[in-house]
């Protein structure tokens, strides 16, 4: 019997993807800008954007091809403004 110090590494481990092409895009879905009053009373505005980021990942020698999207929201105070 030989010792576990001499086997080798399972042969029905799965084999990573090699990536032929991947491709990084990201989508604006919405924009719009919002006013706000800070707790002093001073209005501020934001700028509020949707998007989402899509990563596609392509092994042409196995015919794989992964997609992943996912939403993502950004939300930017653009200034301070006196009215």
């Known amino acids: 019997m ?3 110090s001499q086997q080798g590494p399972p ?4 084999v990573p993807p090699q990536a032929d092409d991947v491709q ?3 989508e604006l879905v919405s924009s719009l800008d919002m006013l ?11 700028q ?4 989402v980021d899509k990563v596609t990942l ?4 196995r015919g794989l091809v992964v997609e992943e999207r996912a939403p993502r929201v950004e939300v930017v105070a ?6």
Not at 58 to 61: A, K, L
Not at 78 to 83: A, H, K
């Open 11 to 14: 042969s029905s481990l799965p």
């Open 48 to 51: 509020y954007q949707r998007w």
């Open 36 to 46: 706000a009053t800070l707790p002093t009373g001073e209005p501020v505005r934001f």
């Open 58 to 61: 392509t092994d042409r020698s």
């Open 24 to 26: 990084i895009a990201k």
């Open 78 to 83: 653009v200034r301070l403004e006196t009215y």
């Open 2 to 4: 030989p010792s576990s």
